[in-house]
């Protein structure tokens, strides 16, 4: 096979510029066409933005409503939360609280432990 040189060898690229193409040359642009909207769909935005500035202040209002002791106790006692879920979150300083708290003597609590039945005890 032969060997081919390019810096020997031009090739023409195809293309060919007709002359004085880049004088006569003139950019159009088109013109743009604006969309209109209609006057009412501005007031519908403005509405829109009001309704939702006027809402706020009642939503945070919602929000910051107290949650009663006796409403937390029945949620607690209706959920599926169990004794072993809440000791888990306990650390020690929670349960120092609620040994002062509730001041069980020992002798309360072993009483509280031989009436229960022993099958509770074990499952």
């Known amino acids: 096979m032969k060997n081919f040189r390019l810096d020997e060898n031009k ?7 007709p002359e004085s193409y880049f004088e006569d040359f003139i950019v159009r642009i088109p013109e743009s066409q604006a969309i209109r909207l209609n ?3 501005h007031w519908a935005a403005v509405a829109a933005v009001l309704a939702l500035a006027l809402s706020i202040p009642a939503l945070n209002q919602i929000a910051k409503q107290d949650v009663s002791p006796d409403a937390l106790e029945q949620y ?3 959920s599926q939360v ?3 879920d809440l000791l888990n979150h306990l650390d020690q300083s929670d349960l120092n609280a609620l040994s002062r708290a509730y ?4 002798a309360v609590t072993e009483q509280a432990i031989l009436n229960e039945d022993v099958e509770n005890l074990i499952y």
């Open 76 to 78: 607690l006692v209706m």
């Open 11 to 17: 090739i023409s690229d195809g293309f060919a510029v």
């Open 103 to 106: 001041r069980l003597e020992s």
């Open 39 to 41: 006057p009412w769909r």
């Open 82 to 84: 169990h004794e072993e």
